[in-house]
């Protein structure tokens, strides 16, 4: 998955929406889960919520980084709440089973991180010219964050949630592809 499928220039709700749902099937599939139950009505929200007109960055969503455009995604997802039922315990585990919305958590999650692997960054370089930087590598984080990340997320809210989830996505990238960010200089 990337984000020209979910962000798809001169897509509707219907084309994300089906996007989505393939994604969350193949998703399902690949954890083991052979029926995933889904709320059409709020995956619907969220596929909408991809072609928002006032996409929460300042140059819109063109100029946005792979990193706002998987917030986005993220929070909208979770705040919305599609997958109904709660991941099975012996396929996520004791901790993170017991956790309120963790299945729409952990869905997002590995949406994002999909989209993140391979996404491109444009940014400007020390000298001034323009540059892509592909993040090659994928983000990996440990066992313990995780179960913390699904906890601190499981109630998110767009309006609160977008610029945090940003900022930590962008930080993890990072972490994992040396040289990819920019000069830490504060």
């Known amino acids: ?15 994300h929406l089906s996007s989505l749902a393939v994604y969350l099937d193949s998703c399902a599939k690949g954890m083991g889960i052979e029926r995933l139950q889904v709320d059409p009505t709020k995956l619907t929200a969220v596929a909408a919520s991809l072609l928002r ?21 993220f929070v909208w997802f979770v705040a919305e709440r599609p997958v109904i039922d709660p991941l099975p315990e012996e396929i996520v585990g004791k901790q993170l089973s017991s956790i309120s ?8 999650w590995m949406m994002c991180m999909r989209c993140l692997r391979d ?16 993040l090659l590598s994928p983000i990996k984080v440990s066992k313990h964050f995780f179960c913390d990340f ?5 109630c998110a809210v767009p309006a609160y949630h977008f610029h945090i989830v940003s900022l930590l996505f962008e930080q993890m990238a990072y ?11 504060v």
């Open 1 to 15: 998955m990337s984000f020209s499928i979910l962000y798809q220039e001169g897509g509707d709700v219907q084309s």
């Open 53 to 73: 007109p006032d996409f929460p960055h300042k140059d819109g969503l063109e100029k946005a980084s792979p990193f706002k455009k998987a917030a986005n995604v």
């Open 101 to 108: 919305n963790h299945q729409n958590v952990v869905m997002a």
């Open 119 to 134: 996404a491109k960054l444009y940014k400007e370089n020390e000298a001034g010219e323009d540059t892509v930087v592909i």
């Open 150 to 154: 699904v906890d601190a997320f499981s």
């Open 175 to 185: 972490k994992t592809n040396l040289g990819a960010s920019y000069p830490e200089t």
